[in-house]
């Protein structure tokens, strides 16, 4: 009889100490004493692998509590597990234990840091007191067998925000005002997926909204922590959140972590770069300005609009990245301030760039920016000294004005290629700018056209220039015009030959150089050049002569000069046509009869 007391004492023990104890992510092998609940949930800041779960009955009633009616924590805890390979964790607690409050505890373990992939150590991010969760009555929850919490950094935030008010109304509270502040959905009662993972389907939104949360906290340490470990972290958002929002500036710096942390390549869910699973999603990019043409040196100020659904800028903070087919960026991304984004693109060259502007999902192209040379040839015109050019003879010059992008001439000594494109020449001379114009000479041994080329950059200009040979002499001949009367001789003539100034002719008294020719053979000239651009005839023959040529003038043509036929003619005043008799012959007058340039 007394040994089965024993064994009835000790069996009572042991059951006592089995129903005190936890599983880690699974059920025990044997199911849970009759009264037990079984709570079960995760440990995520992402999954917490090897944590040790803790769970403290907050006991309210006044006659365990010397203080009557202040909640306080029970020093022992009820029951512990360790989390799983996925944070999960299934602790049965003792028998009539799940009343009041219940206060769940993880310390230890490691977790992968959403934004960087690194493995992080529980203890050196946490602390010795690790994460905690506090729950308030649960009573009503637990009459089934079955709990449900969950674990977050969050749920941490709400522990401090409690500020040790740990009745069912302070613990809502807080749990609320942290929620609040990070627009999350119940944080003890909502299972968070692992960001790290691609998300189940029938993944509820609120699960998703958790872990943007989880995953938006580690990119915000990466991004804004300067060093500091979690839990710092974890105190200083809780002093902001405990009021039930954050500042403006903590809470687009949270925000925009998302939003930074889902366009990363360590997200393996594309949804939340969208507006269905991430409100502060960039939907919208608008760049300013959209085109333009600079000179090389200078630069354009891309400004990127990205605004979200609805319109509004996206949280400050939000990365937007740059890439360009040409010139240089000065950033390849850059932070959104009042939802805009600016970069500089400049080149040293001449080019055309395209840029492309991304953030989270949405990208846009724009451009072409163009970029020129002020100083590159923009116009070419060619010209010549002279209407031709004298076989053998001094050069025509040939000269080439360029005119620059930015307006007014090239900058000195910028070289212009000549050549000759077809005919016979030779050119020489420089070929570079002063003041815009360069200038060659051209000279030929042989009459003809000879077409001259110029080029510079992508500009070409041509121009003709024709040669002739040089005339020496003008001869002129002079007749009398009219129908002289039957029976009828001339006996004298006197007109007055003119010619044009300017064309170098020149012409003496001589015979060789005014002679009588034709019907005038054996008569007398009398010439007259004292007068310039003009020489009087005075011919006399008293045996009469007929009608037709009588006199020839032979000019000379000084180099470079190119008289016509039309630069001759007669005068009208002084004309007299006598005949033997000395009478006026009606009807009669004197005209060029031919003019011969050689």
């Known amino acids: 009889m007394k040994m089965k007391s024993l064994v009835g004492a000790f069996l009572v023990g042991l059951l006592a100490v089995a129903q005190g104890c936890g599983g880690g992510g699974g059920s025990s092998l044997s199911g849970p004493a009759p009264g037990s609940t079984v709570l079960t949930g995760t440990a995520t800041k992402g999954p917490i692998v090897g944590g040790t779960v803790k769970v403290y009955e907050i006991i309210s009633s006044a006659t365990s509590n010397p203080r009557s009616g202040v909640p306080r ?25 799940a009343k009041g409050g219940l206060l769940v505890q993880v310390t230890g373990g490691n977790y992968q840091d959403e934004a960087t992939g690194a493995s992080r150590s529980m203890d050196d991010q946490f602390g010795p007191s690790g994460m905690r969760a506090i729950f308030g009555n649960i009573s009503s929850a637990a009459r089934g067998g079955q709990l449900s919490g969950y674990v977050t950094p969050f749920t941490e935030m709400a ?38 993972k691609p998300f189940p389907a029938g993944a509820t939104d609120d699960s998703k909204k958790y872990a943007l949360a989880l995953a938006s906290l580690s990119q915000y340490q990466k991004d804004y922590g300067a060093g500091k470990k979690m839990s710092q972290l974890e105190s200083e958002l809780e002093s902001e959140a405990t009021s039930g929002s954050l500042s403006s500036i903590t809470d687009a710096k949270f925000r925009s972590s998302g939003n930074n942390y889902a366009a990363g390549s360590a997200n393996p869910n594309p949804g939340l770069l969208t507006s269905a699973e991430n ?49 240089t960026l000065s950033a390849s991304s850059a932070a959104t301030v009042g939802g805009i984004a600016n970069v500089t693109l400049s080149a040293s060259q ?7 502007i991304r953030s989270g999902a949405v990208s846009v192209s724009s451009g072409p920016y163009g970029f020129f040379d002020p100083n590159a040839p923009a116009g070419l015109t060619l010209s010549l000294g002279a209407s031709q050019g004298i076989v053998n003879g001094q050069a025509v010059q040939v000269s080439a004005n360029v005119s620059r992008v930015a307006g007014g001439p090239v900058p000195n000594g910028s070289v212009v290629s000549f050549a ?67 029976g009828t001789l001339i006996g004298g003539i006197g007109a007055t030959v003119t010619y044009a100034s300017g064309k170098g002719l020149s012409i003496g008294s001589s015979s060789a150089e005014i002679a009588v020719s034709g019907a ?70 004197v005209g060029i009869a031919s003019v011969t340039l050689q």
């Open 350 to 356: 001449v080019g055309s760039a395209g840029v492309t």
């Open 420 to 486: 000759i494109s077809s005919g016979s020449g030779l050119l020489s001379g420089a070929s570079t700018t002063s003041n815009g114009i360069a200038t060659v000479n051209l000279t030929s041994a042989v009459a003809g056209s000879v077409t001259v080329s110029a080029s510079i950059g992508s500009l070409n200009q041509s121009i003709p220039v024709n040669f002739v040979v040089q005339p020496t002499k003008a001869i002129v001949k002079v007749r009398s015009t009219g129908t002289l009367p039957q």
């Open 279 to 327: 409100a502060d999603a960039p939907v919208e990019i608008q760049i300013t300005p959209a085109a333009g043409t600079l000179p090389i040196g200078g630069s354009y100020n891309l400004s990127a609009t990205v605004k979200k659904n609805g319109g509004s800028p996206v949280p400050d903070g939000t990365l937007v990245s740059f890439s360009s087919t040409f010139g």
């Open 73 to 97: 924590l029970n020093a022992a805890a009820l029951a512990q597990g360790t989390t799983g390979s996925d944070g999960s964790y299934n602790i049965t607690l003792p028998p009539g234990s």
């Open 159 to 196: 522990y401090q925000a409690a500020g040790g008010d740990l009745s069912a109304q302070g613990i809502d509270d807080a749990n609320r005002r942290v929620a609040g502040a990070f627009g999350l959905p119940d944080l003890t009662k909502t299972k968070p997926l692992d960001p790290n």
């Open 520 to 589: 005038g053979l054996g008569s007398t000239m009398i010439p007259n050049v004292n007068t310039p651009g003009q020489v009087t005839l005075g011919l006399l023959n008293v045996s009469g002569i007929g009608a037709g040529e009588f006199a020839t003038l032979n000019f000379t043509i000084a180099a470079g000069n190119f008289p016509t036929i039309a630069d001759f003619g007669i005068s009208g005043s002084g004309l007299s046509i006598i005949d033997t008799g000395t009478n006026s012959i009606p009807g009669m007058g």
